[in-house]
């Protein structure tokens, strides 16, 4: 002991960084520990036996408790692990385990540390406190085997829709006999109170082509054991990343019912012709210390500070390391399972800016490979400052370091409808000036364009995307106020037509502009969260929808299902190529006047029926006069209202654009 304390002083006095690096970097010594690539990881059973496979390479022992059910049950066997190669422990028995669980538990420095089912269990039990040993295969729902996504030959030809389980299907009104699970969506023919389709035939009327859907994997915050105690949550708190939340099952104690149930919500979305995104969350865990990553190889998959906390870049208490080898892997294998076995058709990534770009290519192109149609996209941004260095990050601003990856446009977003932070701030589509190069910048999917002047964005100083399928566009999300109390927050002299028209003009600004559109649930029947910004753990009365303002808002849901409807019918909204945008998109010059902008899409752009498009919107309250050229035009927007194949015949010449709308006319 001395000798090598001394030694290490010694290195030091001669100019050595050893002890001044580890003082500086506690996560250090993680760069020598070796990586394990292989698939055995956690489980493997079969014909020939059970066999697990535990990678914690500075354990001093490790075991595997076998137990004969989920939970209240003491181990009917303890197997030792042996020290395997690559910082490996394995074990196992000859005999096929199926139907009993399995936990780990490994010795660190000189103390056994509390079981976990390992960071790699597939299935598991109530609370998945313990993993499950079953036969995949028999999960399958008939007809699995042919079972495929829609075929996207780019991002940009999708409309995303991002709802919750809970939110989507709970409230009487629904009509959906699953409530709250995952069978929720797979229920045709359910309606409200009014007759009008809600659950999956609501989403087929409207639309959209994928819905993304929040946290669907095992998470931590809701007792899966005491479901009728009504608790709620978003899902942003990871337990178990490869398995199924236990609470969207209609039994979490049989580890097979919520694999088998996922994979029947996801067929039936298929059989209507709509993908399913999965919202994961590989940027923290629920726990510190009494995590699943840091019970079985304690430190390594986070980033700590110098002082040897947890960093916290995601706000959530820690931040996962995936610029480190083993959580890299981790990441790129996590996806293409849940891709592979259940189908998944994209992956939105909860702040993608945590983790390092090089991963982020990794996750994109090993997806390709599985399934040409699935696309990623994810949060441009941290919720606090990390260890990685800034150029390394999949932030919004090296999105162009990202092949295959979109980023939300922040720009759009607070420039239409006024910034995230105050609820009182207006935005382009409610009247405040000085917005229109930022409503621009998201026009043409922050691309380069010679008509975009970047150094008047409010947000981007500069074009960060080199294509339009690296932008997401939205005005609302789970995140923050929802659009109907953005409004009602910032227009609150307004009434209720008058914010629903401003939610239309907003919307058609994203669902005409170049990128990819997304939007809330419920925003299409003008559903609010009573002014909840942050509604991630509130009841149901906040987050239900009530399917009967369906019938009370039946205008803004015909507005919506014809806006998505005019997207999908016309190409020149959906370019594929900066160049294409800087060619065919033409604004015109409404510098003199606030609140309006006017540009058009030129040359059958990207095989459009239409030679010419028009678009002219006007935030302001009152009307304007714009010129539009001579010619035979078919106008399909005009004073609040829109229609796919055309509202009336126009000439051009002197048009008069009613405030708060769009006018939109093709030839």
Not at 84 to 90: H, L, N, Q, S
Not at 469 to 494: F, Q
Not at 620 to 640: F, L, Q, S
């Amino acid at each position: 002991m001395t000798k090598n304390i001394t030694t290490i002083l010694a290195a030091a006095l001669l100019g050595g960084s050893s002890l001044c690096a580890a003082a500086q970097n506690p996560d250090a010594k993680f760069d020598s520990w070796p990586a394990y690539d292989g698939t055995d990881l956690e489980m493997t059973v079969g014909p020939e036996g059970t066999r697990f496979t535990l990678w914690s390479p500075e354990a001093q022992a490790a075991r595997v408790f076998i137990y004969p059910t989920d939970r209240n049950t003491a181990a009917i066997d303890t197997l030792e692990m042996h020290r395997g190669d690559r910082g490996t422990w394995r074990a196992g028995v000859a005999e096929p385990l199926y139907g009993k669980f399995y936990t780990f538990s490994i010795k660190h420095n000189g103390k056994w540390l509390a079981e976990t089912p390992g960071v790699w269990a597939k299935a598991v039990g109530t609370n998945g406190q313990r993993a499950a040993i079953i036969d995949f295969d028999a999960t399958d729902p008939d007809g699995w085997a042919e079972d495929r996504g829609p075929v996207l030959d780019h991002i940009t030809d999708a409309v995303l829709y991002e709802m919750h389980h809970r939110d989507f299907s709970i409230h009487p009104s629904s009509g959906i006999v699953h409530k709250g699970k995952f069978l929720a969506l797979t229920e045709p023919g359910t309606t409200n109170d009014y007759g009008q389709a809600t659950g999956i035939d609501h989403l087929k009327e409207l639309g959209v082509t994928h819905v993304h859907i929040l946290p669907s994997y095992d998470y931590n915050s809701v007792d899966e054991a005491n479901l009728p105690a009504n608790q709620y949550n978003w899902g942003y708190d990871p337990y178990n990343y490869n398995a199924p939340e236990g609470s969207y099952s209609t039994d979490p104690a049989d580890p097979a019912a919520r694999i088998t149930e996922m994979k029947q919500m996801v067929k039936a979305l298929h059989d209507a012709g709509i993908g399913v995104v999965m919202d994961v969350v590989y940027n923290h865990t629920a726990n510190n210390d009494d995590s699943n990553f840091s019970l079985t190889a304690p430190g390594y998959y986070y980033r700590h500070r110098p002082d040897g906390t947890y960093s916290d870049a995601s706000g959530c208490g820690n931040e996962t390391a995936s610029d480190r080898q083993q959580m890299s892997d981790y990441i790129v294998n996590s996806v293409k399972y849940w891709a592979d076995e259940y189908h998944i058709d994209g992956f939105r990534f909860d702040l993608m800016a945590i983790h390092d770009t090089e991963t982020m290519n990794r996750v994109a192109a090993e997806l390709k490979k599985i399934n040409p149609s699935i696309f990623v996209y994810g949060e441009g941004w941290t919720a606090g400052d990390s260890p990685l260095a800034p150029e390394r990050r999949a932030l919004k601003e090296n999105v162009s370091k990202m092949e295959g990856i979109a980023v939300f446009s922040d720009d759009i977003r607070d420039a239409v409808k006024g910034h995230y932070s105050n609820a009182a701030d207006r935005g382009f589509a409610t009247g405040k000036p000085g917005n229109e190069e930022t409503v621009k910048i998201g026009i043409v999917a922050a691309t380069a364009h010679p008509q975009v002047d970047y150094s008047k964005g409010n947000n981007s100083k500069f074009p960060y995307a080199t294509s339009p399928e690296m932008i997401i566009n939205y005005v609302s999300c789970h995140d923050d106020l929802m659009l109907t109390d953005k409004l009602a927050h910032s227009m609150p002299e307004a009434d209720e037509a008058a914010r629903q028209r401003a939610a239309r003009l907003a919307q058609t600004i994203v669902f005409t502009s170049q990128g990819t559109p997304f939007m809330w649930t419920g925003e299409e029947i003008f559903r609010n969260k009573k002014g909840v910004h942050n509604s991630y753990k509130s009841p149901d009365s906040i987050n239900a929808i009530d399917w009967n303002l369906k019938h009370a808002n039946a205008d803004q849901f015909n507005y919506y299902r014809e806006l998505i409807a005019l997207r999908k019918a016309h190409p020149a909204f959906r370019m594929t190529s900066a160049e294409d945008i800087a060619k065919n998109l033409v604004f015109d010059d409404t510098k003199d006047t606030p609140n309006l902008l006017s540009y058009s899409i030129k040359n059958n752009a990207n095989g459009d029926s239409a030679k010419e498009i028009k678009v002219i919107f006007n935030g302001a309250d009152e009307a304007r006069e714009v010129k539009v050229p001579k010619g035979d035009w078919t106008v399909v927007a005009e004073d609040g209202t829109i229609k796919a194949e055309g509202l009336s015949k126009a000439q051009g010449g002197k048009m008069t654009v009613a405030p708060v709308s769009a006018l939109i006319l093709m030839r």
